[in-house]
């Protein structure tokens, strides 16, 4: 057994040494592939769910705000979706005509966690792999991206197509940042 891999090593040591290109990367290129390697996969920075987030411009509903509070919120708010944060329930994605038909039917100094049924969404952090959402978000517009240590507050939101987008980008070399490089003078 001994010898079997005594061999076995120095034959790969040759191979390696007069081949350093595996028979099967310049078979693929030879086709017009070029198959990346487990090095370079690994040399490769994981993209985040910070890398396609975008910020929420708009202040998110709270779940303690009395109805005539939250209309007034909607007058600044022409968004269809509206985030709310309950403390009780967490994150809830609530279209603004539902919204808007249901503030109608309560009383005005009603909370607005006690207007509608709770059907809280899943949340994302910033440092989670860009795969996260995408498990998550099912037939949501987006996903509240909100701050690990405080998970009430927001730090922005991520849809499906942000994260495509995000996916489609060239790729940067590592160690590099986008905002170090100058355009043509």
Known sequence: MAH????N???YLIALRFQPTPVFDLLARQDGL??????EVREEEPLRVEDA???WGFTPLRGEESASQAQAELARNPSPWLLLHDPESGWHLVSREELLAKLTAAPPGFP???VFAPRPVPVVYPDQSLETPLRHIGERPFLPVVHR????RLVGIVSRDDVLRTYARPA???GSSSG???GPA
Not at 34 to 39: G, I, M, Q
Not at 149 to 152: E, F, G, R, S, T
């Open 112 to 114: 607005l966690a006690k």
């Open 172 to 174: 940067e070399p590592a």
């Open 180 to 182: 170090t490089e100058s």
């Open 53 to 55: 987030m975008q910020t």
């Open 34 to 39: 070029d198959l990346p390697s487990l090095e």
């Open 4 to 7: 079997w891999i005594c061999s």
């Open 149 to 152: 240590a405080n998970p009430a």
């Open 9 to 11: 090593t120095i034959a």
